[in-house]
């Protein structure tokens, strides 16, 4: 009996000792053929009935015993290895090696995009988008530019071969698409890329982007488009600045302006920048042309409303200081990593 107790504290000591290959030694040398509790129960016929009865009852409790403390051990075993491997794993994507690599952010043309945006919103605007390939119908016609116009030569473009499609040349199509989805009252932005036939300088891109404006609605005014142009303004570039409109022409628009900012950087006193006249040329605007308000089945004579279109890069230039709109285009990570 004594010896049966002294096997299990052995066994016991080895087990907890072991790794995950000793162990398995360790259960031959208890539990295998020849091992230490087997070969007790095969010499158990030496012994008197009752003898055999206790040291049999004590050496098969000692085997289940070591078996258990076996098992447990191997689980515990198996998940320290786990764990190991894991930790050998791990990656820490918090380290230095990370962090090495910079974060990219928003494109300059896309942050100003994003912070004209979040005004007209204040003021009440949705947003809205259309497609850049668009038809001559949605860029021209609807928006009472007919194909004998001279105003197309203004607004030449890139046609797709073989279709009717062109890229657009302003957002103004973005009117008719929203308009012709839903009924009056309309107040929305339609931001997005354009396209122009036009030789590339410092201040001119055969690529760039607007932000087109509509409201439409019963007893829309002059005076809510001033209105609301102001306060972009005021918001945008902040209240000591005044905002001017001057007779323009557009097609789409009765009357039509285009709106001056004073200048930021001399406010208004005159400098190079504004070329000293202490103005500078923002956007198009004007009272939405009754043809305009036909072509999508409006009518003109319940309804009437105001458009304006900003020119994106204009205004990121002019806030940012930044005097060649070519840099918005060449990838050039030393300009754009100041943004
Ligand atoms: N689409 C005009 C342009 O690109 C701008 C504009 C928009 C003017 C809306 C009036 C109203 O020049």
Redesign the pocket.
Same mark, same amino acid.
């Given at each position: 009996m004594n010896n049966i107790e002294q096997i299990i504290k052995e066994a016991f000591e080895k087990i907890e000792n072991a790794d995950s290959v000793s162990i398995e030694a360790v259960r031959l040398e208890y539990l295998g053929k020849s091992g230490a509790l087997t070969s007790i129960l095969k010499s158990l016929s030496q012994y008197s009935i009752e003898e055999k009865k206790q040291i049999g009852a004590r050496a098969n409790r000692a085997k289940v015993l070591i078996e258990e403390a076996i098992e447990i051990k191997k689980e515990k075993l198996k998940k320290c290895a786990l764990d190991e491997r894991l930790a050998k794993e791990k990656q820490d994507f918090s380290s230095s090696f990370y962090f090495n690599f910079s974060k990219g952010s928003l494109h300059p043309v896309l942050q100003t995009i994003e912070s004209i945006g979040a005004v007209f919103k204040s003021l009440g605007f949705d947003v809205a988008e259309g497609p850049e390939i668009e038809t001559d119908r949605y860029n021209f016609e609807a928006?009472n530019i007919a194909s004998d116009h001279p105003a197309r030569d203004?607004?030449d473009t890139f046609y797709l071969e073989g279709t009717n499609n062109l890229l657009r %040349?302003?957002? !103004?199509p973005g009117?008719i698409r929203v308009m012709e989805k839903q009924n009056p009252p309309v107040k929305v932005i339609v931001p997005g890329r354009?396209y122009r036939n036009e030789a590339s300088d410092a201040s001119h891109s055969s690529t760039f982007h607007?932000i087109?404006?509509?409201c439409v609605g019963g007893n829309i005014t002059f005076a809510d488009l001033k209105s609301v142009l102001t306060s972009f303004a005021h918001k945008f570039f902040g209240r000591d600045l005044n905002i001017r409109f001057r007779p323009?022409h557009?097609q789409? %628009?009765e009357p !039509?302006?285009?709106a001056d900012m004073q200048c930021f950087f001399c406010k208004g006193k005159g400098c190079r920048v504004c070329k000293n006249s202490g103005w500078i040329e923002t956007? /198009?605007? /004007?009272m939405?042309h009754p043809n305009v308000l036909k072509a999508v089945n409006y009518d003109p004579e319940k309804y009437s409303g105001?458009?304006? /279109?900003?020119?994106v890069e204009r205004i990121a230039m002019l806030k940012r200081g930044i005097d060649d709109i070519r840099l918005f285009y060449e990838n050039d990570l030393r300009f754009l990593k100041q943004f």
């Open positions: 928006l203004t607004q %040349t302003h957002t !103004s009117q354009v607007q087109e404006g509509l323009s557009f789409f %628009t !039509s302006a285009e956007l /198009g605007c /004007g939405v105001y458009a304006f /279109g900003i020119g």
